[in-house]
């Protein structure tokens, strides 16, 4: 009776360091399996479905459409797909020319920057991006300021 008692324990203590190792396994693969920015929103389609409200939103503001007249909608759209893409830590390169060449001439106030910083914001909040994540998007494309206002 007293080796079964022993056999028994000895076995649970068994199987309990075995699910305590196992559950370490577990959680040490999740942590490094953490996803990106661009996972975390969705991949593609919702950044294409940012990119549209964005578009949308610029299209409709009258301060500062007068920025994007001379754009062609379908390429700022692709190059910002893209850039929005690799900001995220997605799986795109961007291929465009860099935010200082773009906005070189343009002599983009800090205000109409500003005011185009909202319509993403709108663009984001239009697609349901929480606000964490929006906070997450804002803070990887911030650095790019300096290159944008030119005044």
Known sequence: MIK???????????????????????????????????????????????????????????DVINYFTHANVDHFRKGFIQHFCEATDGPCT????????????????????????????KALEESQVSYPLQNKILKKLAPLRADVIKI
């Open 4 to 62: 079964s008692i022993i056999l028994v324990l000895f076995l649970t203590s068994v199987l309990m360091a075995c699910s305590t190792q196992n559950q370490t396994a577990i959680n040490k693969q999740a942590s490094t399996e953490q996803k990106t920015l661009y996972q975390e929103l969705g991949g593609a389609p919702k950044v294409e479905q940012i990119v549209d409200a964005f578009i949308q939103n610029i299209a409709s503001d009258p």
């Open 94 to 121: 961007f291929e465009g020319d860099s935010m200082r060449d773009i906005h070189t001439g343009m002599n983009i106030t800090e205000g109409d920057f500003n005011r185009v910083v909202e319509l993403l914001v």
